[in-house]
Every structure is written in structure tokens, then in C-alpha cells.
């Protein structure tokens, strides 16, 4: 059984961070270049935490399976970053992001960690304004802001339609500053394929080259990872195309405990699929939702009609009917459930039935086509490129895709595993967003873990360590985490079978949006748990790896990567069957209101499901985390 | 414009592709047929088809690089019927759709040809040569936690505006595959005057523009002669006006580095 202790600081819930960072032990500034720290992952969570720990004094080792840092995921980040800045002066505050953050998450997030996030998000803006990160400014040349879904303040900070790529370049050129002083030294072209355990604390990993095949073994001090999140078990999804949940996945296997898998977010705006070959789906930002209306037609004869045909009154503009409060912003479960649900009733538009209207004719009679141009230009020429179609003309046709991973390992208030070395930032851990994420907060989660709290609580484990312990990577414990690697990569190169590793993940993508997509039920769960396993066993017995294991081979790359989503597929399954309830994004069709909203069960599920690897072939064992609520009462979600 | 989305007539196309099996080793053009293809399909899903075909033959597919596959992490990088990122203006490679093309058409791809861009094996080049031009001074320097508040520094509109135009760049290494000098001046001021527009960057200005043009030139990187092929590659259509304000910013510098005073005290007020 893992000991799972919050290690959430007492007192008032706005003093926690100050009492904390005042308590925690320190590590000396001359002690701290003794201390070797991995990061795995250089997205805004790894670029940041890299940057500031090398800043700071550390040696920062830290491991990309991109040829570039600046390559991450995070790159492809639309809409924005939530700050409590009030510099719109319309109520904001801490409190208020705390409590929009913990609503939004549906009450399945940790207080503490929650309300930290909020007050370093202001430091966030200053940080990267300072390293010009090009924010959108008003003619005065202050920041301007927009607003994103579950809030009723203008708090999001932007740079046009690429905030994700501002900010990562910025966490990217502070990143490269250490590099080019020498104090990070960085392996790009390198994936992490094993934690390395010593003595009980993580000490290292086993890194592929994936350029030249060789398996290398890097010791430390300590390790974190900042790899992302899991979407792409999907396999249709928002996420880049490399996306992958090996790391935290391996991670699990040598003991560290995942948290609530079946957390997964869908975003209520992405463009539709359009065939078999389709390899992703794109996302609309959100911030779309700030001047285009939803609509579908009110009759199921009207779904083919020219949508520019279709009369007002004929029109069903179902967000702003349902939650009049909130109305096109009410946050991105409900809208994709929405969605579905208009679908499913047969009004979905587009040839394959799955799509709603996202119109802007009202918005371009209020700003004219350039007003509109001006804050959403690329996102409407990403539109036109996809489709063909000018969405100044005729509306965007849109539908919920996976987009996010809410779950993710679990860490405590240092953002420490349960094994002790091993931290986990941004995407990959679990803590902040409960079931449901808002709009432009992981941004602002990864950039607080990585500048402004993983800084700090590193420390109060590495004070602990007496510099110079790291175990050498020739110990036992490297050799045979190599040698399982190597193991596996045989394997995988032997079976040469029949089918490609884009059919295994194409058909995992599939079971899991059938039975564990927008909408989940007991009985489709079962299915599932009973074909993954299935998937799994045809996976290993007929997949086709071409080449060998000592060059550049994207088919071995994806072949490991797909094996561990598989793996990881069933424990979503199996988290998702065990949460008797629905919350955020995780909805089971047995518990729900009458109006179809989310019915929690706050006794008997108020708690962090935190899954424990037993054994290959052995059922993983839950750990339960109780969530207590100091400061905010768990009640209702209400965007009415 | 383009044929239209619900346009459902298949295509057929053959694709000659760069085979190279390793660094340093030779490469040659190998013909594939792509059958019956969906228009609506982007270029890289018709690799990822074409790809598992391959595969199914037991041979090893054509390795390309992609990720993001919207035209933002700069990853994808395929010279298409001699262009860079292909015949479209202001895309990527990955953002390139099958409907640009005619049944029948016989579409050659290659990884970007540049000195400073070594092939790794058939489409991948190495651009790593870019990352060493932002770590000799890609950066404003601003430690964590030291930053004043954010609205503290008002920018003018116009000049946060035009920075972003040049932030834009996402780093594919397009511009140097166009120029005929394999030039990296487009990405190098790109970020030189992005940086250069904030008063953020003022103190390491002259810093900044005599590092990073230093390491580009020693990257192997050639010449601008002003042809403006980059630009025209550039799937965020980046202008070439920042390299003529770099080209200032250089001269600024390059003659203040000369005359500039400076400080006797190096070590300040160590206590
Ligand atoms: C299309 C899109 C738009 C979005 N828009 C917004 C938005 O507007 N606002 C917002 O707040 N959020 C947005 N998000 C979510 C947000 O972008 C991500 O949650 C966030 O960027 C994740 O950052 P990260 O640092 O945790 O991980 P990532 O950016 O995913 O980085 C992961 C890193 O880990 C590395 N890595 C992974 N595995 C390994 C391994 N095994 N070995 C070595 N390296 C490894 C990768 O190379 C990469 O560097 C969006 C997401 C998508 C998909
Ligand atoms: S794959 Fe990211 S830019 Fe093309």
C-alpha cells in the first residue's frame, strides 16, 4: 500500500504557501552545484523548471525526444493564460481564480495546491512579459485580456492566436540562456524509457538515443518529469502526433501511483473528422466562444440545409438557452456534452451528422470582418486550410475531440511522488484541475510549477540528501532497468508480424472513444476491459517493426509508446468503472440529473483514486486520498 | 482557391522520395504510387498511408518529421517539387492538403538541403545549428522571481505588434533551405528584432545581435543577398524587412562595441 500524504501545510488557506515556503528546509548555494536534477520533458513545465533550478545553482541534466526544446506540445497552446492580475479592474482576485478553478475542476482537486496556483499566477505575467514575451496590448500599451470559459471575469493574457508558442519560447530562450552557460547540459533526440530506483528514491533513468539506438543511463539526485499528458490513447486528439504517456506510464510500473486516468477533457471545439486516414484533430481555441454562437438546427429535416438558409427563428442556439448565465462560456465538459447531445438527437450537422454551427455572422455585423480578423486571423485561416471553407462566410462546423489529461501522477504539495526523487510538473501529475480543466489554466499550472514551485520544494527533499550519495549508473538497479529496455526493444524488433503500429493504436483509439469517451456506462466499461487485453495479446503477437534497433526508427519509437497506451487504456477503463459518479469530464450515464448535468457522490467519491502497479497480470491496488474542504464547500456545479 | 472540402473524386499520385539511409551515407530517389487518395487528406496522413503500405511489404518506411501537424511546432520539414514546405504560400508542410494536387501528378520530396542542416536519414535533416544561435543570445536576461510587474513596462501597440509578427517564427529552417547561400538570416532576425522591440531588451541589444550573428556565421550559415526566397518559404511569412533592422542593429552595435566606454569595475561590489 503506498503512503499517500498530502503534505498540505496547516493554517489558513491563504497563508499555506508563505507558512510553507518559510518552512521547508534549504539547500545552500554552495551545496546546490553538488546536486545533479533530471528533467525530462522541456514543454513549459521542463523549460521553466530547468531554466529556473540552473539559474539557481543546480545541474540541470534535461532530456527531450524532440530534436529541439522549443518542439513541445505546449507550442500548439491557442487561446491563453489566466492571471489574477484585476488589471480590467472587474473583481478579480486570487480568491476568485481559486474558487473559478475549483468549481471548474468539479471539487476534485486539492485546495491547497489549488489556491497556490492562483496566487503565483500573477508572477507568472511578470516573468514572461520581462523576457518579452509578446503579449496582446491595448493602445495605452498596457496587457490586454480576454475571457475563457467558467469565469464571468476577463482574465486571460494572450499573443494573438499562439500564446502556447509565446510562452514556450520564452521558457525556451531562458532555457537556452543556461545552455549556453553551460549550467543545463541538454539531450534532445532522447526519450526516457525507465526510472531508475534506488534504495527506494528515484536515481536516474534509461534514455534511448534516438538517433543513434544506444540505451544510455543517466544517475541524479533527483528526478522530475514534466512529459505531458496522456490524450493520445485516443488516438484522435488534440495532442501533437508524438504525444506519448511512456514515461509517467513506466514511472508507474516502478511504483509511482497514477491518479484518476479516467479524468480525460474534451474540447467542445475542435473540426470534425473528415475519413480513416485522419492522423488528428484540430482545435478551435476557446476563445472563440468569446464572439461565435453555437447553434444547430431546431428540426433534424433542416441538418443538410445551407446553414446561411436557415432562419433565426429556426435556429436552436442550445448553450445560450440551457445555461443563460454562462450561455457559448459555460466550461468545456458541459458544452461538449451539450454537443453530443444535440447530435444524438439527430440535429448534428455536417455529412456525418457529428458537428454544431459555430457562427460569427452576429460578431462581424458587431466588429466588422476586420475586428473579427483581428482577433482570430489564424485560427480562421487554420480553418480554410483544413476545410476549405471561409468561416467569414458560412459557420465553422465543430465537434468535441480529446484535448487534455485532468489525471496524471500523483504528486503532494512539493509536487513530490509517492516515490521519494521523483517530482512531477505541469501535464503529467494530477493535482491542480480536478475532473474538469478551465480554459487557459494549464498554461498558467505548467509555468507555476515550473518557475514558482518546484524551486522551492525541491529543496526540502535534496536537504535531505547528503551531496555526493547519487548512486553511480553502473549500480545493479541501472544495469537491469537497461537490461528490461533492451529486452523489450528485442521483442518488438523480432515478432515482425502482419499488421503496422498505426493499426493497434487506430483500433485502441477507437474502443476507448466508444466506451470511455464524452459518455461512459458500466456495461460498455466491461466491453472495453474485456477487448483491451485482447488488443493487447494481438498487439504483441502480430505487430510489424520494420528495422533495427541501432538507427533512427520511428516504427520502434511508436511501437513502445503504443504498448504502453494500451496498458494504460485498460487502468483508464478500470478507474473509470470503479467511479461510481460523474464529475467534470468523467460521466457515467448512470449518475446523472434529470437535465442531464453531472451527479456527484461527494461521500462515497470525494477522494484522489491513486492506482498502484502490482505485477504484470496482477490487478492494480486503489489508494485513496481523501480531499478535504476547508475553505470552499463542495456543492453543485451550477453555470445556469 | 482550392477545390472544395466535400469534393469527393479520389486522387492518384506518385511520389519519388528521398531514401538516405543514414548520416554521411549516399541517398537516392525511390518511386511509391499512392493510390485512390482522399483530397481532404493532408500530405503527411498520405506519408502515414503510403508509410503502412510500406510496412505491410516488411520494407522500413520513409522516415519524415512531424508532430504538432498544424503548423506550429516547426518540426515537418519536406522539400515538395523543389519548395520548401511545398507550392502552398504561408504553410507548413504538415498543412499542406492533397486537394493542392491533380490526379496523376508526380510530386518529389526531399529533406531540406542546407550545409548547416545535415541529413539524419531520408526526410529528417539536423537543426540543431539553430538552437546554438539562441543559446549565444536568444534571450532577455530576467532570473526567475526577479520581474517587476507587468503593466509597469507599457509597450506601444504598434511595437509589441510587430515583435509578435517576427515572434512568429517557428523555427523550421525553411528560410535556409530556400536561400540559395543557406542563409539563417531571416530566423536570426526574426528573434534579434522581436527582442530588440521591447525596452525588456534594450541593455543586451548590441549583446544579442553581434553573439547571435557571430555563432550563425560560424554555424556554417551563408550570406544574405537579398533574394527574399526565405520569406517567400516561410509558412508564417515572416518579412525580410527584419533583416534589414538587424543589418542596422549589427552596424549599431558592431561600431558601439568599438567606442563604447567601459566600466574598470568588473567584479561590483562584491561584499
Ligand atoms: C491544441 C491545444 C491547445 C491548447 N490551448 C491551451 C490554452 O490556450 N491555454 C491553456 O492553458 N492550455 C492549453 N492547452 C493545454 C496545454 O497546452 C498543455 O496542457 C500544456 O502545454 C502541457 O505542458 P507540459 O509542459 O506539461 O507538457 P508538454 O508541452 O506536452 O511537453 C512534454 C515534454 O516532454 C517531453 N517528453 C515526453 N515524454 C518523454 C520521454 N519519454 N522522454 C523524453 N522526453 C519526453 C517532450 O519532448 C516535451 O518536451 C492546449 C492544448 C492543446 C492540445
Ligand atoms: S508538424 Fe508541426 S509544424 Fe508541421
Known sequence: MAKLESKVPSGPLADKWRKHKADIKLVNPANKRKYDIIVVGAGLAGSSSAATLAELGYKVKSFVFHDSPRRAHSIAAQGGINAAKNYQNDGDSVYRLF????????????????HRLAEVSVNIIDQCAAQGVPFAREYGGLLANRSFGGAQVSRTFYARGQTGQQLLLGAYSALSRMVGAGAVELHTNSEMLDLVIVNGHAKGIIVRNLLTGAIERHAADAVILATGGYGNVYNLSTYARQSNATAIWRA?????????????????????????????????????????????????????????????????????????????????????????????????????????????????????????RERYGNLFDIYHEITAESAYQVPMRIYPAIHYTMGGLWVDYNLMSNVPGLFVLGEANFSDHGANRLGASALMQGLADGYF???????????????????SPDAPEFKAAEESILGVTKR?????????????????????????????????????????????????????????????????????????????????????????????????????????????????????????????????????????????KMSLRNYK | MVASSTSKSSLSVTLRVWRQAGPNQPGKFVDYAAKDLNPDMSFLEMLDVVNDDITTKGEEPIAFAHDCREGICGTCSCTINGKPHGPGRGIATCQLYMRSFHDGDLIVVEPFRARSFPVIKDLITDRSAFDKIMQAGGFITVRTGAAPDANSIPVPKHDADLAMDAAACIGCGACV?????????????????QLGLFPQGQPERDKRVLAMVSTMDAMGFGNCTNQYECSAACPKTISHDFIARMNRDYLKASFRSVFKPVSNSTGGGAA
Not at chain 1, 522551492?456 to 550519495?469: E, H, M, N, R, V
Not at chain 1, 502480430?542 to 503504443?562: C, F, H, I, M, Y
Not at chain 1, 468523467?586 to 491513486?610: I, M, S
Not at chain 2, 533551405?177 to 528584432?193: D, T, Y
Request: proline content about 5%; aromatic content about 8%.
Open chain 1, 453 to 471: 514551485v518546484i524551486p522551492y520544494t525541491i529543496g526540502d527533499y535534496l536537504a535531505g540528501q547528503k551531496p555526493g550519495s547519487r548512486p
Open chain 2, 177 to 193: 533551405a530556400a536561400c540559395r547561400n543557406a542563409s539563417a538570416m531571416l530566423f536570426v532576425s526574426a528573434k534579434v528584432s
Open chain 1, 99 to 114: 474558487y473559478d478553478t475549483i468549481k471548474g475542476g468539479d471539487y476534485r482537486s486539492r485546495e491547497a495546491n489549488v
Open chain 1, 252 to 372: 508507474y510500473k516502478r511504483g509511482a501511483c497514477l491518479a484518476n486516468p479516467c479524468y480525460t477533457q474534451i474540447h467542445p471545439t475542435c473540426i470534425p473528422v473528415s475519413g480513416d486516414y485522419q492522423s488528428k484533430l484540430t482545435l478551435m481555441s476557446e476563445s472563440l466562444r468569446n464572439d461565435g454562437r453555437i447553434w444547430v438546427p431546431k428540426k433534424k429535416e433542416d441538418r443538410l440545409k445551407e446553414p446561411n438558409a436557415i432562419s433565426e427563428g429556426d435556429r436552436d442556439y442550445y448553450l445560450e438557452r440551457m445555461y443563460p448565465a454562462f450561455g457559448n462560456l459555460c466550461p468545456r465538459d458541459i458544452a461538449s456534452r451539450a454537443a453530443k447531445r444535440v447530435c444524438d438527437e439527430g440535429r448534428g450537422v455536417g455529412e456525418s451528422g457529428l458537428g454544431v454551427y459555430l457562427d460569427f455572422s452576429d460578431a462581424i455585423r458587431r466588429l466588422g470582418e476586420n475586428g473579427v
Open chain 1, 492 to 632: 518488438l524488433l523480432s515478432t515482425k508480424g502482419r499488421e503496422p503500429v498505426s493499426h493497434f493504436h487506430k483500433r485502441l483509439g477507437k474502443l476507448m472513444w466508444e466506451h470511455c469517451g464524452m459518455a461512459r456506462t458500466a456495461s460498455g466499461l466491461r466491453q472495453a476491459l474485456k477487448e483491451l487485453p485482447q488488443l493487447r495479446e494481438e498487439f504483441w503477437a502480430t505487430v510489424n517493426v520494420p528495422g533495427s534497433g541501432d538507427t533512427l526508427n520511428q516504427s520502434l519509437e511508436k511501437a513502445g509508446r503504443v504498448a504502453d497506451f494500451i496498458e494504460l487504456g485498460e487502468l483508464l477503463c478500470l478507474d473509470a468503472l470503479t467511479r461510481e459518479e460523474s464529475c467534470g469530464g468523467h460521466f457515467r450515464e448512470e449518475h446523472q440529473y434529470p437535465d442531464g448535468e453531472c451527479k456527484r457522490d461527494d461521500e462515497n467519491f470525494g477522494h484522489v483514486a491513486a492506482w498502484e502497479f502490482q505485477g504484470e497480470g496482477k490487478a492494480p491496488l486503489l489508494n485513496k486520498e481523501p480531499l478535504n474542504y476547508e475553505t470552499v
